[in-house]
């Protein structure tokens, strides 16, 4: 009879777990619908210093987040809010994404879109743009659809003074961590460099895909 009850607890604890999850990724994703409709309207004006406010607090987080080298504390829930300052807007249609590409570079951040990473140029200059960001499939975060992403497929980024910058996808590869850093290095050429996790929960192996323009509108 322990028994019985001792499994009944786990299963009911479980289930709310993941609805719990669920509940809290349709609470980003409507911050994040926000964003990008508050987003686009400004940059119709012609506004290109765009901040949006979302909640900072960690009942918020993301499964997996941990890993982030991050130290912000924004306080408790209801009580902080974090002003996200936008870099550009990410859309790649094979895969029906589009994401607010944050340039902060924390864990809150990745939360609400995609971030510029820390040694990235901004999105259209000559360099390498890198942009991370989760993959949780069962939450459906940012780029959880990234790996269907195939060499020949297009990626845009629509930056903040309207235009648009069309890339192509050069290659696609899996590697362990100890390879991250030479797609993390700059170069004179422009390239974009789009990295998540090849695994749930933030932790292994990493997927990245190497884009390279194709267009100068």
Known sequence: MAGRILIASFFITGTILAYADKIKSHIRQSFIDEALSYSRAEIIKGNQEITCSVPAASILSITGEDYVDDQTDY????????????????????IELEEPVWKECDSVAMRYGVV???????????GNCIIIGHRNRHTSTCFYRLQELVAGEQVVLMLKDGTERIYEVYETVTCPPSHIPGYLEQGTGESLTLITCATEYGKGWRFIAVCHPISDD
């Open 116 to 126: 510029l990473w820390k040694t990235s140029v901004n999105p259209g200059e000559a």
């Open 75 to 94: 306080g408790s829930y209801g009580q902080a809010e974090a002003g996200l300052h936008l870099a550009a807007i990410l859309d790649i249609p094979e």
